[in-house]
């Protein structure tokens, strides 16, 4: 079965600090992996994905995730946070070569401080 | 051009009423796909539509929620005798038959008195 862990449910960071949110999946597999970002009473709004392609992947909004197997993580980074980037961020797995059921982690709130 | 719509937004009902939830997917898009966001159990998927087929049922957490699609379009996703422990935001999303991103809807927010 299909599983993601987020480390750190709640992450602080400076305005123009670096933004790292950890992602580790299990897979039985290859994935595919996902960013999803959630600003409040919204609905879910894809930042990136990987879908066996390069395995640095450029998101929107200056984010972007490396997809290390060896590790199995696919951890999300933006060299300088904004105020904007405040909200929660989801990663999630599905199956490759098949519908894409997706398996979220807990989510991690990131909040930006001046 | 418009994306996935919701409805209604919010609602609000009491404890062993009926409720029905309403997804209008981006046209054209073959899948459909339901979800619940709860503070206890995160964000889990319900169920999953090809058409109007349901191929994976295995999200739907008790007999009292079922779903259905129509058209090959809008979805309704029906709780008999609402619980507590239904109050969550139900999200939809939809994406075209084989592709792997998934356009969601903003949800309906559920609480159940």
């Known amino acids: 079965a299909q599983s993601v862990t987020q480390l750190g449910s709640h992450v602080s960071v400076s305005e123009g600090a670096l933004v790292l949110l950890r992602c580790n999946y299990s897979s039985s597999v290859p994935p595919y992996l996902f960013w999803y970002v959630q600003y409040p009473n919204q609905g879910l709004q894809l930042l990136l994905k990987y879908t066996s392609a390069a395995t640095l992947v450029k998101g929107i909004n200056g984010f972007e995730a490396e997809f290390k197997k060896s590790e199995t993580s696919f951890h999300l980074t933006k060299p300088s946070a904004h105020m904007s980037d405040a909200a929660e961020y989801f990663c999630?797995?599905?199956?490759?070569?098949?519908?894409?059921?997706?398996?979220f982690g807990a989510g991690t709130r990131l909040a930006v401080h001046p | 051009g418009a994306g996935v719509s919701q409805s209604p937004s919010n609602k609000v009902t009491e404890k062993g009423k009926d409720v029905e939830l309403r997804c209008d997917p981006i046209?054209?898009?073959?899948?459909l796909y339901w979800y619940r966001q709860s503070l206890g159990q995160g964000l889990e998927f319900l169920i999953y539509?090809?058409?109007?087929?349901?191929?994976?049922k295995s999200g739907l957490p008790s007999d009292r929620f079922s779903a259905e699609r129509t058209g090959g379009s809008v979805s309704t996703l029906t709780i008999q005798r609402t619980q507590q422990e239904d109050s969550a935001v139900y999200l939809c999303?939809?994406?075209?038959?084989?592709?792997?991103?998934?356009?969601f809807g903003p949800g309906t927010r559920l609480l159940v008195l």
């Open positions: 046209s054209g898009h073959t899948a």
């Open positions: 539509f090809q058409g109007n087929s349901a191929p994976d």
């Open positions: 999630a797995v599905s199956e490759s070569g098949g519908y894409n059921k997706l398996i």
């Open positions: 999303a939809s994406s075209l038959l084989g592709q792997e991103t998934q356009y």
